[in-house]
């Protein structure tokens, strides 16, 4: 199962335009695919400000968790599991020049904080008094020819 692995490589599946991720084991040589993840916001949901991410376990049917994003002014992010019950919410961070993330379960307990560095895509998460890292996330680009293609797909 996805949510049974620690680690995770996520690469856009396609060329300009791009409608699916897949995510992928680096703990093997095979890269075993563990799941997809796709954008499944309709036209409507666009206009109004809403965004839905599905990630799907690697046989496409069976749903995993979701990840929404509602409002015009004021943005309300949260993860669904698989029956649709919010088992988590993350709040941006109102005074961050670099970015980042208060995140919170469903009961509302502050379980991490994400911090971000300044013009870069890495993020550690860490505990809610920031004295242990959690884990963390970073973007790889395969040099200029990797960055110019994230720059055109949007990956």
Avoid: W
């Avoid at 004021?74 to 005074?95: I, P």
């Avoid at 300044?118 to 959690?134: C, H, Q, S, W």
Wanted: hydrophobic share 40%; glycine share 14%.
């Amino acid at each position: 199962m996805l949510l049974d692995h620690n680690q995770f490589v996520v690469r856009a599946k396609g060329q300009a335009a791009v409608v699916e991720e897949v995510v992928r084991d680096p703990g093997r040589r095979d890269g075993q695919l563990l799941g997809m993840a796709a954008d499944a916001t309709g036209l409507v949901g666009s206009l109004l400000g809403t965004k839905t991410i599905h990630v799907r376990e690697a046989d496409g049917n069976t749903l995993a968790f979701s990840v929404t994003r509602s409002g015009l002014l004021m943005k309300k992010d949260q993860v669904l599991d698989a029956a649709g019950k919010v088992v988590g919410r993350y709040q941006s961070k109102r005074f961050s020049l670099s970015g980042g993330f208060h995140v919170y379960g469903a009961d509302g307990k502050h379980l991490a904080e994400i911090q971000g560095k300044m013009l870069k895509a890495e993020y550690k998460f860490v505990t809610p008094d920031r004295k242990g890292e959690m884990g963390s996330v970073s973007r790889t680009l395969g040099g200029m020819s990797g960055m110019a293609k994230s720059l055109l797909t949007g990956g």
